[in-house]
């Protein structure tokens, strides 16, 4: 497709389980970026890929939280044991230009996980 | 704490009027964009300020930039039912990542 695709859409497990939300970019964009929004909340940063670079991790709330990017395109965020407070809509964003300059982000509409 | 702030964090205007929302932020920008959410999923871009603009039109809406004041508005004009939604600011100030702000609720009535 044309835009930002994730899946699932929707997620629900329970307290304890590991869930894998995928997020497939524009192809062409360089810079990937996944993000955490909780109810009514702004939106968190969580990791940024940008081309072969090492990855910005600094908004992993814990080390049960984990990303990749193969390829340099699909990104899978992985979250093991999972907990209650980790319900929320992950959003992942691409765009073309993500060094000096960044550029305008392209979102998918979101994986919402609830754990119970 | 969050690099962009919006100020306020709600705001309900009844149609045909202006709507002006308002972000601060801490550090030096390369730029600063305004995003959009409707119903809690995907954000979309609306607009994106370079630092050595000041202001920039896209249609009905009019974004400025104050960097001494480290500060941002956007104005919708002649406001619409259709833009009720979220609102947000983005700055790019830690390395190249986007932070946003927490938001402005817009709620316009018909």
């Known amino acids: 497709g044309a835009g930002v695709s994730q899946s699932p859409s929707n997620k629900v497990t329970e307290k304890g389980k590991d869930v894998e939300l995928r997020c497939d970019p524009i192809?062409?964009?360089?810079?990937l970026y996944w993000y955490r929004q909780s109810l009514g909340q702004g939106l968190e940063f969580l990791i940024y890929f940008q081309g072969n670079s090492a990855p910005d991790k600094s908004g992993l709330p814990s080390d049960r939280f984990s990303a990749e990017r193969t390829g340099g395109s699909v990104s899978t965020l992985t979250i093991q044991r999972t907990q209650q407070e980790d319900s929320a809509v992950y959003l992942c964003a691409s765009s073309f230009i993500g060094t000096t300059n960044t550029g305008e982000l392209f979102f998918g509409e979101g994986s919402r996980l609830t754990v119970l | 704490s969050q690099q962009g702030e919006e100020d306020p964090q709600a705001l309900s205007i009844q149609e045909g009027e202006n709507a002006t929302m308002n972000c601060s932020y801490k550090?030096?920008?390369?730029?600063l964009q305004w995003y959009r959410q409707n119903s809690g999923r995907g954000l979309v871009h609306l607009i994106l300020i370079r630092s050595n603009e000041r202001e920039k039109h896209s249609g009905r809406l009019r974004v400025t930039l104050d960097t001494s004041k480290k500060s941002s508005s956007l104005l919708i004009t002649a406001s619409r039912a259709a833009d009720t939604a979220s609102y947000f600011c983005a700055t790019d100030a830690r390395g190249n990542k986007l932070v946003f702000g927490a938001g402005t609720i817009l709620r316009v009535k018909s």
């Open positions: 192809s062409g964009h360089t810079a």
């Open positions: 550090t030096s920008i390369n730029n």
